[in-house]
């Protein structure tokens, strides 16, 4: 029908974009993402599901073994009390990390001194892999529940430190001036202004911190063997229930989204005065 | 009252930030029960000692070749695997929520399958380590890849560039400096990765080192270690800074 046209009639009515077919197809395809992702899901599941089923032995999980194992596993007294415990651990060390990186960060921040007296050594202990404080942590803290805590708050201090004094660094010093002006006391210039300007940086800091915090406790329970997701991981790999395992691996992963996706919910609904995707990350 | 802007006043608080740390350190350690902790003066002693014997040079190598190895190997997957997304729209749509899901998942957490599955071999170890690298390098590289304006894609085109040219003057200096920063991440958590498979696959390297000092309480040898691993994940930052403030000096200009 198209060739019944004139040429030139054809190129100035139709625009360019839709010249050819087979981009048509691939654009009207690639705009319906829901499901390309879905079909994305499904290639990836079955990718595994196929190797494993060809290659690996037989107690290897893999999606349709796992989706079994799902209800069971999730109903099972194990498996949640030992998700508490880490969470509870996690969300401890979070707690305690937040507070002490918090007040540290904005003294490095506000005050020079501090920050060059401080600076080495936290750059130097962020830099460091956390799984390597485990052995002095154990001797310290005894082959306990302590010693997980230890590395949860030993693995998130860092960041929100760092994160917290960049952000006390980065407060506009038109602010500091006209509180200056005003004869602010301290208290407020720091809690009053610096904290809530740093919010954005401690946030990302935050985000940072739980991702650490969530492998400093499970590598924390592999190798101080006490109840937790990452020693029901490890006990239940060693016995061969690869599906148990990894049912809590979806959990652990269950966590580090949700925590993530409830700090991007905060930043998005209370925090939208701040540009975002500049943060220090 | 120095002024705190000179040259001389920051070295001078630097300097006393770290006689400052050795100081307390070395008083810590001296109170304390040496199964507990070890002053800074022994710890360094037990450094040159480990140094002398050579024990600290084959531990670091060992730890070091499986770092490049697991490094090396993410690298070269990750990158032209993100390249090839990066082109390919309807691919990178369909699967980068799934590799933003595994990138945000505890990696360490899939260790015990890995000591089940291929057993504490050398072979097991890299691929912990080619793990912990291979999702910051590919997640990174795909968000460049998105952050790469159709606009300059299209004038392309309509220039009549061909795929090359695309390549070369818009595709990869769009991703490029994303893909450094998932470099630098790489080098962090590959790491965190080497100890972790040193310590819960066949103990080797450095993990090795941490794991007798501390069952043997030589406490001065774990200090030592510990001294040690630290300066290496501060060299390796640097370098993955270094790496990344190379190559996003352009970022600004392609957004």
């Avoid at chain 1, 290639?43 to 999980?61: D, K, T």
């Avoid at chain 2, 795929?163 to 003057?169: G, V, Y």
């Amino acid at each position: 029908m198209r060739r019944a046209e004139p040429s030139g009639a054809a190129v100035a009515t139709r625009p360019v974009r839709d010249a050819s077919p087979r981009r048509s197809v691939l654009a009207r395809l690639s705009s319906s993402t829901p499901l390309v992702k879905i079909a994305g899901g499904v290639l990836v599941l079955g990718a595994w599901e196929i190797v494993v089923r060809l290659f690996a032995p037989a107690y290897v999980a893999r999606p349709s073994s796992v989706a079994r194992a799902l209800p069971q596993a999730l109903a099972s007294a194990g498996m949640l009390r030992a998700a508490g415990v880490t969470l509870r651990a996690v969300v401890e060390g979070l707690l305690i990390a937040v507070l002490s990186g918090t007040l540290i960060g904005l003294a490095m921040g506000r005050i020079r001194v501090v920050d060059r007296l401080l600076k080495l050594y936290v750059n130097g202990l962020y830099a460091m892999p956390m799984v390597a404080i485990l052995p002095l942590l154990t001797i310290w803290f005894g082959y306990s529940p302590a010693a997980r805590l230890a590395t949860v708050v030993f693995a998130a201090f860092f960041p929100i430190a760092m994160n917290a004094s960049d952000g006390a660094r980065s407060v506009p010093a038109e602010y500091l001036e006209v509180a200056l002006a005003c004869r602010a006391r301290w208290t407020d210039v720091w809690f009053g202004i610096t904290l809530p300007s740093s919010l954005p940086y401690l946030l990302a800091g935050l985000r940072l911190a739980i991702g650490r915090a969530l492998v400093g406790a499970v590598v924390a329970e592999f190798f101080i063997s006490i109840d937790g997701l990452g020693y029901f991981i490890l006990f239940q790999s060693r016995t061969f229930h690869h599906d148990a395992a990894f049912v809590a691996v979806l959990l652990l992963a269950g966590f580090a989204v949700g925590m993530d996706a409830l700090i991007g919910w905060f930043t998005k609904r209370h925090l939208r005065w701040y540009r975002t995707g500049d943060s220090a990350a | 009252m120095l002024n705190p802007e000179t040259r001389t006043a920051r070295w001078a608080t630097y300097a006393a930030s770290v006689l400052g740390g050795a100081a307390l350190w070395e008083l810590a350690g001296r109170r304390a029960n040496p199964a507990v902790a070890a002053p800074f003066s022994a710890t360094l002693q037990r450094l040159w000692e480990m140094i002398e014997t050579g024990e600290l040079r084959a531990s670091l190598g060992g730890s070091l070749a499986l770092f490049a190895t697991g490094f090396g190997i993410a690298l070269f997957t990750a990158l032209p695997f993100g390249l090839l997304l990066s082109r390919m729209r309807v691919l990178r749509v369909a699967l980068s929520d799934y590799i933003l899901l595994v990138n945000a998942m505890p990696m360490v957490a899939l260790i015990p399958f890995i000591l089940s599955i291929f057993g504490l071999e050398f072979g097991a170890k890299v691929l912990v380590v080619f793990l912990f690298c291979f999702f910051p390098i590919l997640y990174n590289t795909i968000e460049g890849a998105d952050s790469v304006r159709p606009e300059l894609i299209e004038v392309a085109r309509s220039y009549r560039s061909g795929e090359w040219a695309i390549w070369r003057d818009v595709m990869l200096p769009g991703t490029f400096p994303y893909a450094m920063t998932g470099v630098r991440q790489a080098i962090g958590r590959g790491l965190v990765g080497v100890v972790a498979a040193e310590f819960f696959l066949s103990a080797s390297g450095i993990g090795q080192l941490l794991m007798t000092s501390g069952r043997n309480f030589d406490t001065a040898g774990l200090l030592a270690t510990v001294l040690v691993i630290t300066l290496l994940g501060v060299a390796l930052m640097a370098l993955g800074r270094a790496l990344e403030d190379r190559f996003t000096a352009w970022r600004g200009l392609t957004r």
